[in-house]
């Protein structure tokens, strides 16, 4: 396995591999691996030849007051778990070498409308599924993420990229940045990987206290309930959603961000639950840890949602 | 020579091309072709193994008030010139198939500030070089121009691509996305190429009434009276601005757009033109047609400007 921290190298590295008509599978991160990582690394083992793992905490989708300075790092042990799960190249770069010119109290400030520091400038947005929910919280956030994912398919030229369920929006936008700009990669899409419990895995759960832990079961629970009365015939989005929000209300370190129930392809909102394909969306602040999760309906699998 | 409309078809022969270990030059255009054209077709012979010169209205960089439905078009002629010149791949697709929902009437009415049509919604950006010059007289544009050469770059994946210097402020601003965005392609500026009086080739000077082409020749003019006193020793960008603008002010037919020195890199305003790269730019129309010339400075050869 190999690490390397220059774009320039890991794209003739790609370009290298590409000539010798091996393929290549990606796995963006943030780093801080857990199971749900590598459940994307087996995936895209089985895809391609060679599995590049970038591991880059990208300061253009946190916002200013966000926690992008304490974001749990550790690379050592992700190298480890890296080397172990058949990882072929980990790509780490330098935020000074994927925006030349950042400077760390400038770019936290960085909004989407707002200028660019100087020596970096252009910049993927989107208007649709991007200003909603997650992207309504923490503005400038999808823009970061569109604008850093280009990139790391320009950098690793990959033949596909797995990306996780947990991550739902994200996600979509992907698929929609694909679609829209005939990127030649193909998604996957991974499920969501769970504590036995029930709570989506997460990098930023290692915030969270014991007691803080215990709560944010709420996030899963509310899905549950979700799940149970869609099953029982529910179709008033509005009324799932309340049920969802008192749920989560009766959790006293908890603060709702956002409960919404979406089309799953256009991420609008749904009133009526019809035939059509929904995804259950919320995101919850546990303290000061914010944690998303979602429900796919009627097919639930990329949940994993345990059966009650 | 082929002719190519489907983007997925033209992805899927650059793929097999790229198989086949044969490098591939993109000429993007907007079709109408003159000898300027030709000029980058000839460079992206000598550098590739595959030339594919793209012919597409780019809607979106169209203004609601432009020449959008009137531009010039003729495939039979732009083929004809392609087959005699080396061309490997036309690719032509239709509007509908680079921005899936394209509807004319909405589509004009776009600005990157405004939500996006059904059906497509990924654009690109920067703040920049593209808010200055043509920018700022053209609203939305320089977004259509970045956004169309991204898919370009993603369908027909060339190792390198030509754009003409005419269009200067565009071709800064796609080296900056190929920075920023680490697209694996070489860009390589091609000199201007001009009529035999000085005019700078564009499929618009068809638009010309015979009158309006004689004024034309007001554009080139400016440009050798900058040059002219630029090396007389004059540094002091506003004098060379008032005198290019006097000279222009004399014909009856011409409205100023801009004139404006800029940094030959960052496109910014320059106050005196000191030892650094300059260039010297300017947009008028000639009655109803908008013309675009530019010069750079002290090195001018891809200005191709002819001495006096």
Same mark, same amino acid.
């Given at each position: 396995m190999q690490i390397i921290n220059s774009p320039v190298e890991m794209q003739q590295a790609a370009l290298a591999l590409r000539r010798q008509g091996r393929t290549i599978g990606l796995v963006p991160t943030m780093g801080f691996l857990h199971a749900g990582h590598l459940s994307l690394v087996e995936i895209a083992r089985r895809e391609s030849d060679a599995v590049v793992l970038s591991i880059f905490v990208n300061p253009r989708q946190f916002g200013p007051h966000e926690d992008l300075a304490k974001y749990p790092r550790d690379l050592e042990r992700d190298s480890a778990l890296c080397r172990r799960n058949g990882v072929d190249y980990i790509f780490n770069p330098p935020p000074g070498a994927m925006?030349?010119?950042?400077?760390p109290d400038r770019s936290e400030s960085r909004s989407s409308a707002a200028a660019s520091p100087a020596g970096y400038g252009v910049f993927l947005d989107e208007n649709?599924?991007?200003?909603?929910?997650c992207g309504a919280s923490r503005p400038g956030h999808f823009s970061g993420v569109l604008t850093v994912v280009a990139k790391l398919f320009n950098i690793v030229l990959p033949d596909a990229a797995v990306f996780g369920q947990k991550d739902a929006q994200q996600a979509a936008l992907i698929e929609r940045m694909v679609a829209d700009l005939n990127c030649p990669v193909k998604i996957i899409r991974a499920p969501i990987v769970r504590e036995k419990d029930g709570l989506a895995m997460s990098s930023r759960n290692v915030y969270l206290s014991a007691a803080e832990r215990a709560d944010a079961l709420c996030l899963s629970r509310a899905l549950k309930l979700a799940r149970r009365l869609y099953r029982a015939g529910e179709r008033d989005c509005g009324a799932i959603m309340r049920a969802m929000a008192a749920l989560v209300g009766k959790v006293e370190s908890a603060r709702i961000d956002y409960i919404e129930i979406v089309g799953?392809? *256009?991420?609008k909102p749904v009133r009526d639950a019809g035939p059509g394909a929904i995804v259950a969306m919320l995101a919850v602040r546990i303290g000061n840890t914010r944690l998303i999760d979602n429900l796919p309906l009627? *097919?639930?699998?990329?949940?994993?949602l345990p059966e009650e």
């Open positions: 925006y030349p010119g950042y400077a649709d599924i991007s200003k909603r929910l799953a392809h *256009d991420f009627p *097919d639930d699998r990329l949940s994993n």
